[in-house]
Every structure is written in structure tokens, then in C-alpha cells.
């Protein structure tokens, strides 16, 4: 195949009006799976989190798991979703190996939430109200893993490996209403709704929304409509955009793409496309018109789910502060500009400041262990500033400890390395590596007298010249305050005291 | 000695097990031993678990030597398990080359109650192939007889495990009804068995044919057997979604009430729409009798109309083979079951495994069920179907307000003979014809023998709604207390099978 | 009104592409057979468009049951080997399987 002819952005612009659909699938975190009681933990040995009912062994059945009924119903209401009355789940039929029943137990026709909308703030401040067709519940598949040929992608393979830890894992599919009125800001509404969606989901705290781990998952359905048309254009489906940066560069690259196609008098092909995060661009999967019919019926082993409206209620007074509220909130408090307040929202280190304030540090020290040395060691690895084995209330103990004049800046720098490193509590990391400074000089200056009263010959050398005999008058304080005081302090505290 | 214990009824095997005249042990081998001298013949079971059996049966007879207090009504007593419920300790087929050979790392609920209860599970029984079917022809492995004349079906899809009852290989057995599967080879073989009302008992084990019209029941050889089996494996369970979390009716009880012969005040519905056209004369006349003897026990009998039953088997083929495409899907050869490495790709062993794998009859309906749910054509057929089944159900709403229950022949036939309707899928679906309406409602109904016709059992069936078992069964045990007197047990009428040494 | 069938009328070539549709490699025998049978039983089902009229609404669930739920609480499941011990191929802990042609929907 010969490589699209890519139009130039500002060209599509004046050519075309931009139509985007979003489909975010997010990975609940509930402890069991949807259907049954095994655990949904990421990382686990290879099927050892499977039971009979996720194996979709002959006989076994489905029983809906209630919290994963009732995170779907909080994130319909944040999304300001009205909750279906009555639904069912249905069955959709199509054969793969990852999924144990060749059936996806999805609700299909029958959604728990419906018409809702997320006011999506953009970088300059603005706000894009984005309409949410449906929020539904389904479960998610197993993994393979393709063995053989060259690239370990399922082309070329020669076999394939399959474990159903994550089948069955409970997933939201949300998908909004065709997303028109963009333009040229198309790619960075894809962003800022992909963002503003995690993190609700996020203080839902529904789900990890981890892209990297693919607990948040985003397939972008873009089309161009000719401007002055009345109709939308063939759409395409691109699957594999596997982090916020992605969402924003798969669209960007889809319509000029498709500008592409479009311009050189021919068809957009309904497909799905596959992102791939190396060169930014997208590659032609699956061709939509000749895909299965997916035979959809309601689901026979589960009956219809109708919440009482007291039990929506219930579950509306848990929402918490919508994120950009509390936004606003933070910034009035925190003294912000909008430039720095974005910036903390984009490096995702607003709700971890938040937190560490939370746990008692005060905002300034907060906000700066996060934007600097913490933001710094998160690049360092390449992952997130969330992703960091770092909580905010270990920050906040080492504010703490920092105030306290128990650590010097620098110290507490190494205690932080230190618990990214797993040794520990941040009171660990002090006592293993000895850390911790005596500061207090008055304290320090009673040990001193006291070694140099118990040893006046050493004292007396000392005051002969023999600097190096300082060492044991130093040991015996650090002895007596049992490694918390800082040596090289001790050891200028000893001379002065015999020089005086 | 062995005969007189494979001859008895269970509650007499009970009763001699928990007064220590008899071992439970003594029992299950004189069972062993029948089914050994006759199954050669019959072909009522799959795979037969002497050892286990044994071993179940000692801990009985040693649990009651300790002077504890039987684990249920039937501790002891044996039982033939259709192969259609999964077992930790024996194969499970479904009656399918597919799955031959594999052990399911689970027990089924109802495996697990008939443990706890200290039954003797003596084997798994014979069916058509993943229950789809009406004669046990359509098993993988080869049709079971009926033990009345061994050149005809037991019935089906449950053949195997009536035909156990009738060849006195096993005083008890479990079956499944999705259409019929239970009652029609109770007809056949001159046996008990109930299909209770839809989530009475749990499917968790039970492997899908239509999820929503199964139902695993109770067969016996009388109707007091049948009520204390349904007890034992009746009763809400978390894992079944569609199980009914309200008390089991109390049907022992109310078996036992009814074979004090007295139905008077009970109002006895007679379906207009049940007993013309389709129906054998000899059934007919059965079928006649059998009312003459309910009115003469004090009940009312009165006529009532359910127009749309007729639609049923319409209905009940197009919901069933939608339904069955889905359910065995998983049977693809990745991760159980059989796997034809005849092809490179996934799809292709796939394909060739499920070509291997399933017989013509599974074949046929997977295909029709593909066909009714696509979506050229979901509503003319899934969603037309769906209807249908609302209307039947009104349609028993409304002759339940006229009548505690009703009453039709179990089958529009006797027994008919091995290969004769095998190829023609229409003339077998016309076995159901009685019996589906009530699983497409989910209501309960029992078919109790209602004598001969030309030399062949017949069945009538009574029907009740939704938990209202305790009622059915009374009828039933009123029934066949007073034909009993009039004529004898219909099944000591069973010819006397010859037996292999 | 409701939809009526047409005229079970089912042909060879889309016996096939159900028979594709359904994982099962049939032969042309059966193709054969299977088309002349499913005619027959759709000329019989095809009945169910007789009755049903738009205003009766459809019953999935013969029992009225609804808000069945299980709490969220873990429950033993199977162990690996107990998992693989059926496959039909294993290795590394996972189900072993032919190459995948198609890809995920």
C-alpha cells in the first residue's frame, strides 16, 4: 500500500469541519470481577485470578457484582447522565480467542446512563461542553500474547499464549455524541476530554485510570464533513491510542489523512485504525462494512437491573467535589495564576498536592516537592507523576520532618529516594540510612562537654594540635545520640569547645 | 435379595437404609450389580462410578453406625445423575464428542446438594447431545432403549436417566427440561418426573442448552420419590442469578396429602387446545380415563382455552436454537474439550473441531439460532418469538384464575421406534408440542403414567404456576394412588429385561 | 404491524455463511441437507409473525426477578494447574493456541 498523502493541517481547515466520537473504556477498580469473585489485581501470574464463570467453563454462570453496578451509576450521574430505569445486559456473539464464551456480556441497547455531558476545560481557560451519549457497563477480555515471528504482533505469529486474569474485569464504555463545532481545535478537545474524563474518574475514584497499564482506553472515531455539508463524512476508528499525547496526535494525524483521501476525489473507508505511538500515525485494521453481525440478544443468566431511585440517590450524595470545582476552589486558596494552575493540572500534580496538603503540609512546600524534585524523578523513570511509588502522605511526612529541622533539604531529598526506592516509610528510610539531623546546638554542645569531660586526655591532645583525635570525642556524641546528630557539625562543635 | 432392593421405591430404601435393615452399601451394589446384568442392553448411563458410589455409601452406613441422624430423607439411597451436570470425580460429555473425557474442576449446586444429602451418585446417564432432543438418538454415544420394548426411544433428551428408572438400575435420577426433556421420557417409560418452576432449582453446573428455558428436575418411579428428590436439590443459590430466593414448596408434604386421595374443591383445568388434533387415539383415551378418575377423586373439572399454546413450538424454535448458537460458543477447542489440529489458524481448528465435535442435530439448531438472531432477520424471528412467549404466559395467567391447575397428555405419542424420526427434525420437534408451553412461561408441570395404550406407557401431565409445585404434586400423588388401586403400578408392567451375566 | 417473515426460503450459499458465521466447517453433504431441513422448520417457525402484534411486549425472562447482585468480595477460584489441566495445549502458564488470524473487535 502506498503512503497517505497527508494535507496540510491549516488546508483541512479550510476544506473541512472536523466530527470526533469518543469511546473511553475504563477498567474499574473493584476488588472482584464483574461476573464473579475472582480478583481484578494487574500483574498477577498468569491465570491463577480465574474461576469457572471467567473461564467460561460448560455450566458456569454470571452474578453481577454490585459495586460494579454502582460505580457505573456514579460515573453516569458525574457525568450529569440520567440512569436508566430498567435494563438488561445482552450477549454479543462473536468468536475470539481472548474472550472464554466467544460472547461479550455487554449491555447493548440497554445502557444504565444516558444523555449526559463533561465541560471539558481547554489551555486557554475556555470551557467545551462535550455530550455524552451513554455510559454502559460490559466485561473486559483476556490477553494473548503472540509467540513467533519477528515482531510479536499477532501478524507473523506462530502461535499465541493466552491468560484470562482480565477477563471478566469490569469496564465502563463511554461514549460521547458526535463532537462537532471543534475546528481546528479538534485534537486538543480529544486531549482535554480524555484528560477531564480521567480525572473524574480519578476523584470518583472508580478506577487506577492508568493509560500506560490500560486501565483508561481510548478509541477515537474521526471524520471530516465538507464545509457547508449537511451530512457527517465516513468515520474511521482508531483503536491503540494508549496515552493522552496519543489521543491528540491520532486525531490530528486522521484528518489530515483523511483530508488526503478526500481531496484526491476518493472515499474514506469505514475501518478501524491502529495507532502507533513511534511515528504518530495510523495504519488500516479491520474494514467496518464486512464486520460480524454480532447477533446481539438479552443476556438469559442475569436478570434486568432497575435501581430504586433511593439507591441513585444514595449513590448521588457520594459524589465528590467535581474536579474542576475543586479546581477553582484550590486556585482561590492556593493564590494561583491560570498559567500555574494549568500547569499543575497538565503535569497531573494537582490532586497529589492536594492530597499531600491534605496530610497536613502546607500548600507552598507541597506544590514544590511535586513540580520540582518529584516531577523531575518521575521523568527520570518515564512515567507519570502519579506512577510514582510515592505517596502524599509520605511527602507530606517529610515536609514534616524538613519543618521540623529533623532533615535538611538535602537529607530529605535522600529520604525521598529512598522510599521511591522501596525502602520504606520516609521514618524508615531516616533510620536505615541514619539520615536524620541533630540541629538543635545546645543539645549537641551538652554531649560534646560531656565526652570532653570523659576524656580530658583526648582533650588535651586536641589542644595540642592533634586535630585528628577530635574522632573519638565525635564517636562518643554520636554514640550518645545514637546516630541522629550530623558528624561534621559534632566535629566543628568539638573544636570550637576546645579552643575556647 | 438384590432384586427385591432394586425394585423398591426410595422412600421404602430410605426408610430400610436409616433403620439399619439394610446397608446403604448393599444397596448401591445391588444397583451396581443390575446395572451391570442389564446396561448393556439399555444404554441408560455414560459412565458409571462403582468406587465412588461405594465410597459415598460407606460413609452413610458408617455416619448412621455412629448413631448420627441421616443427612437427609435420601441419605443412602441411590441415584442416576444426568451427564449434563458437572462432577468433580466423574467425566462430563453432555452427551457430546467434544467434550469427551473432560473432568470439570467444579460440582455442579445440584451435584453438590445430592452429596450433602448422602445420596448415592451410581453414575452419569445418557442424553442427546447437549440436550437437544427428543428420543436420546442423538447422543454421541449411541441411543439408550427403552426398557418397555428395547426397539424404541426412551424418550429424550433425558432418556438415559428414565430409562435407568424403568430398568431398575436406580430408584432416583435428575434430569432437565427445556422443552420437555424430563416429563416426555417420564411418558415413554411409564416413570415419574417434574420439571419445577423455572429458577426452583439451580442451573450452576448445569451445562446451558436454552439458558432461559432449562431446568434441572426430580425423576422417580413414584410420586412420593420424586417429591423428596425435588426437596433435597430445590432452593435458592447466590450462584444462579435466575434462582428464586423464597422458600422450596413444600411438596413432600403435599405428595403425601394427595395420595389420601381426596381432591375435592380443587378446581382441575382441562386445555381445550391439548388433546385434539396430534394426539394418538390410545393417548387420547388415556388421557380421558385419567380425568374420569380425577373427577371421581372430588376434583372439578373444568375447560379452559389457551389460544396461543398452538404458537409454542413455533415460539420455542426459534428462542431455543437462538440461545444454544451463544451457549456453545465456548466449545472451540482452546481451552477444554476436544481440539482437531486440521488447520494452522485459531478459526480454521476451530471450525474443524466444532465440525467434528457436535452431531447433526446440535449442527442444525446452532445454524437456525445463527440465522433467527442476525439482523435481517432478529425480529421477524428472535423478537416475534419473544412475544409469542408473553402471550403464553398470559395465556396461563388466565386459565390459572379458572383453575388450580391443568391437565393435558404429557406427549401426543407413545414411544416410537429407534430411527424413525431421527432424520425428519420436524416430526421429532412435535414431541414437545405439550410441554413447551410451560418451559417458555417457566411454570412447573409433572408427568405421572396414566396407563397403556397398545402396550405403551402414557403420561399425563399436570401443570401448575410459578411455585405452586405443592399442588401439582398433590394432584399427581391423588392420581396415581387411585389408579394404583384401580390397576396396579404401571411399572411393574415393565417386561423383564434380559439380563447379562 | 408487525414484521412478517417472508417466505422461509434459505438457500445453499447462505446455509454457508451461517455455518461460517457459527465456527463449523460443513460439508457440502451437510450444506445440502441442512438447507432443505432449515427450509422446512422456518416454514413452520416463520408462524410466530401470525400472533404478536407491535403493542405485546417481549419476555426474555420467564421469572420477574431483577437486582440480583453479589457484593464485591473475593471468592476462591481455580488454581493454574487446575485451569490448564483441561487445555488442550499448554505452556508458561497460559492456554496455548494456533495463530490468531483476525483481530480483536
Not at chain 1, 475514584?205 to 464533513?225: E, K, T
Not at chain 2, 452406613?61 to 448420627?68: F, H, I, R, V
Not at chain 2, 391447575?405 to 431421527?422: E, H, M, N, Q, Y
Request: aromatic share 6%; with cysteine.
Amino acid at each position: 500500500m502506498s503512503a497517505p498523502t497527508l494535507v496540510d493541517y491549516a488546508e483541512v481547515l479550510e476544506r473541512f469541519d472536523p466530527v470526533l466520537g469518543l469511546e473511553v473504556h475504563v477498567e474499574l477498580n473493584t476488588q472482584t470481577k464483574m461476573f464473579c469473585g475472582c480478583s481484578t489485581t494487574f500483574g498477577a501470574e498468569p491465570n491463577t485470578q480465574v474461576c469457572p464463570v471467567c473461564l467460561g467453563l460448560p455450566g458456569a454462570l454470571p452474578v453481577v457484582n454490585r459495586s460494579g453496578v454502582e460505580s457505573a451509576i456514579r460515573i453516569g450521574l458525574a457525568l450529569n447522565c440520567t440512569i436508566a430505569p430498567w435494563g438488561r445486559f445482552a450477549r454479543k456473539n462473536y468468536f475470539y480467542p481472548d474472550m472464554p464464551k466467544n460472547f461479550q456480556t455487554s449491555q447493548y441497547d440497554e445502557p444504565i446512563a444516558v444523555n449526559g455531558f463533561l465541560d471539558v476545560p481547554l489551555d486557554d481557560g475556555s470551557v467545551f461542553r462535550v455530550e455524552i451519549e451513554r455510559a454502559h457497563m460490559e466485561e473486559d477480555t483476556g490477553k494473548s500474547l503472540h509467540v513467533g515471528g519477528a515482531t510479536g504482533r499477532i501478524h507473523g505469529a506462530e502461535y499465541s499464549l493466552l491468560d484470562y486474569n482480565r477477563a471478566g474485569v469490569p469496564l465502563i464504555e463511554i461514549v460521547t455524541k458526535p463532537i462537532v463545532g471543534t475546528g481546528e481545535r479538534a485534537p486538543e478537545v480529544a486531549r482535554a476530554y480524555v484528560t477531564a474524563l480521567r480525572d473524574l474518574l480519578r476523584a470518583l475514584g472508580v478506577s487506577d485510570v492508568r493509560m500506560d497499564q490500560g486501565s483508561l482506553r481510548c478509541d477515537a472515531n474521526v471524520s471530516l464533513m465538507p464545509k457547508g455539508a449537511g451530512e457527517f463524512g465516513t468515520r474511521t476508528e482508531t483503536k491503540n491510542v494508549n496515552s493522552l499525547r496519543s489521543v491528540e496526535r491520532a486525531v490530528r494525524y486522521e484528518m489530515t489523512r483523511q483530508a488526503g483521501v478526500l481531496l484526491a476525489g476518493e472515499r474514506v473507508v469505514q475501518e478501524t485504525r491502529h495507532f502507533d505511538e513511534s511515528t504518530g500515525s495510523t495504519s488500516a485494521g479491520r474494514t467496518k462494512e464486512t464486520a460480524e453481525d454480532y447477533r446481539y440478544f438479552p443476556e438469559p443468566d442475569l436478570v434486568p437491573i432497575a435501581p430504586p431511585a433511593e439507591w441513585v440517590e444514595e449513590l448521588r450524595a457520594t459524589l465528590p467535589e467535581l474536579p474542576w470545582e475543586r479546581r477553582r476552589r484550590i486556585q482561590q486558596e492556593w493564590g494561583l495564576t491560570d498559567p500555574e494552575l494549568r500547569d499543575l493540572v497538565n503535569a497531573g500534580a494537582l490532586e497529589l498536592i492536594e492530597a499531600t496538603v491534605a496530610a497536613g503540609a502546607p500548600a507552598g512546600e507541597a506544590r514544590s516537592w511535586w513540580v520540582s524534585y518529584l516531577t523531575q524523578q518521575a521523568n527520570a523513570r518515564g512515567v507519570e507523576l502519579a506512577g510514582l511509588p510515592i505517596t502524599p502522605a509520605q511527602v507530606a511526612r517529610v515536609i514534616e520532618l524538613v519543618a521540623s529541622g529533623a532533615l535538611s533539604n538535602k537529607l530529605a531529598r535522600q529520604v525521598v529516594d529512598g522510599v521511591l526506592a522501596g525502602e520504606g516509610e520516609p521514618d524508615d528510610v531516616v533510620a536505615a540510612r541514619g539520615l536524620a539531623v541533630v540541629s538543635d546546638d545546645t543539645a549537641l554542645l551538652a554531649a560534646v562537654d560531656e565526652a570532653l569531660a570523659a576524656q580530658p586526655d583526648i582533650a588535651e591532645k586536641i589542644r595540642g594540635g592533634k586535630v585528628q583525635a577530635a574522632g573519638a570525642i565525635v564517636g562518643a556524641v554520636m554514640k550518645a545520640t545514637k546516630g541522629q546528630a550530623d558528624a561534621k557539625r559534632v566535629r566543628e562543635l568539638v573544636i570550637e569547645r576546645v579552643a575556647q | 435379595m438384590s432384586d427385591d432392593l432394586t425394585t423398591m421405591t426410595a422412600a421404602d430404601l430410605a426408610a430400610s437404609i436409616h433403620s439399619r435393615e439394610v446397608s446403604a452399601v448393599e444397596v448401591a451394589q445391588a444397583h451396581l450389580d443390575r446395572i451391570a446384568a442389564v446396561d448393556g442392553e439399555v444404554h441408560a448411563f455414560l459412565h458409571v462410578a462403582a468406587d465412588a458410589a461405594l465410597a459415598s455409601a460407606t460413609m452413610v452406613d458408617e455416619s448412621l453406625a455412629a448413631g448420627t441422624a441421616p443427612a437427609s430423607p435420601l441419605a443412602g439411597v441411590p441415584l442416576a445423575l444426568k451427564d449434563v451436570f458437572t462432577t468433580i470425580d466423574m467425566p462430563t460429555t453432555a452427551g457430546s464428542k467434544i467434550l469427551d473425557g473432560w473432568r470439570p474442576p467444579y460440582d455442579a449446586t445440584v451435584a453438590a446438594r445430592l452429596r450433602s444429602a448422602g445420596i448415592t451418585i451410581l453414575g452419569k446417564t445418557n442424553m442427546d447431545e447437549f440436550a437437544m432432543g427428543s428420543s436420546t438418538e442423538h447422543s454421541a454415544f449411541g441411543p439408550t432403549r427403552n426398557p418397555w420394548d428395547t426397539s424404541r426411544v426412551p424418550g429424550g433428551s433425558g432418556g438415559g436417566s428414565a430409562a435407568a428408572l424403568a430398568a431398575f438400575e436406580a430408584p432416583l435420577a435428575i434430569g432437565t427440561d427445556t422443552g420437555g426433556s424430563i416429563r416426555q421420557p417420564a411418558a415413554f417409560t411409564g416413570t415419574v418426573g417434574a420439571k419445577p418452576t423455572y429458577g426452583g432449582v439451580s442451573r450452576y453446573g448445569l451445562i446451558a442448552c436454552a439458558s432461559s428455558l432449562d431446568q434441572g428436575g426430580p425423576c422417580a418411579r413414584t410420586v412420593l420419590d420424586a417429591a423428596l428428590l425435588h426437596e433435597v436439590i430445590a432452593g435458592y443459590d447466590p450462584m444462579d442469578s435466575t434462582s428464586i430466593d423464597e422458600p422450596v414448596p413444600a411438596v413432600v408434604e403435599a405428595a403425601r396429602r394427595g395420595a389420601g386421595g381426596d381432591l375435592s374443591g380443587l378446581r382441575v383445568g382441562v386445555v381445550r387446545e391439548m388433546s385434539g388434533e396430534g394426539y394418538q387415539p390410545g393417548v387420547r383415551a388415556s388421557f380421558e380415563d385419567a380425568l374420569r378418575q380425577l373427577e371421581k377423586l372430588g376434583a372439578e373439572l373444568v375447560e379452559v382455552s389457551c389460544p396461543h399454546f398452538e404458537y409454542g413450538l413455533a415460539a420455542y424454535y426459534l428462542i431455543l436454537p437462538s440461545e444454544v448458537s451463544s451457549n456453545l460458543a465456548r466449545f472451540d477447542a482452546m481451552r477444554y474439550g476436544l481440539r482437531v489440529e486440521n488447520g494452522a489458524s485459531a478459526e480454521e481448528v476451530m471450525a474443524a473441531t466444532r465440525e467434528a465435535g457436535f452431531g447433526a442435530e446440535v449442527k442444525r439448531r446452532v445454524i437456525l439460532g445463527t440465522y433467527a438472531l442476525s439482523s435481517g432477520y432478529w425480529d421477524a424471528y428472535y423478537g416475534q418469538a419473544q412475544k409469542v412467549r408473553t402471550l403464553i404466559s398470559r395465556d396461563f395467567a388466565a386459565a390459572f384464575e379458572q383453575a388450580d391447575v391443568l391437565v393435558s397428555p404429557t406427549t401426543p405419542t407413545t414411544a416410537f421406534t429407534i430411527g424413525d424420526k431421527v432424520d425428519d427434525p420436524l416430526a421429532m420437534y412435535l414431541n414437545d408440542l405439550a410441554t413447551i408451553p410451560t418451559n417458555l412461561a417457566g411454570t412447573a408441570a409433572i408427568s405421572v403414567p396414566s396407563g397403556l395404550a397398545d402396550g405403551l406407557p402414557v403420561g399425563l401431565q399436570v401443570m401448575a404456576p410459578a411455585l405452586g409445585e405443592a399442588r401439582m404434586y398433590r394432584v399427581a400423588a391423588a392420581y396415581e394412588a387411585a389408579r394404583n388401586a384401580e390397576d396396579g403400578p404401571l411399572i411393574d408392567r415393565v417386561p423383564s429385561l434380559e439380563v447379562s451375566s | 404491524m408487525s414484521a412478517e417473515p417472508a417466505a422461509a426460503h434459505i438457500s445453499r450459499e447462505e446455509v454457508a455463511h451461517l455455518a461460517r458465521l457459527s465456527r463449523l466447517a460443513v460439508t457440502d453433504a451437510e450444506l445440502d441437507v441442512f438447507a432443505g431441513q432449515l427450509e422446512v422448520i422456518l416454514g413452520a417457525v416463520a408462524r410466530v409473525g401470525e400472533v404478536a402484534a407491535d403493542d405485546i411486549p417481549p419476555t426474555s425472562h420467564a421469572v420477574p426477578l431483577q437486582n440480583v447482585f453479589r457484593p464485591d468480595e473475593l471468592r476462591p477460584g481455580l488454581t493454574q494447574e487446575q485451569a490448564l489441566a483441561c487445555a488442550p495445549a499448554a505452556e508458561d502458564g497460559r492456554f496455548r493456541v494456533p495463530r490468531i488470524l483476525g483481530e480483536e473487535a
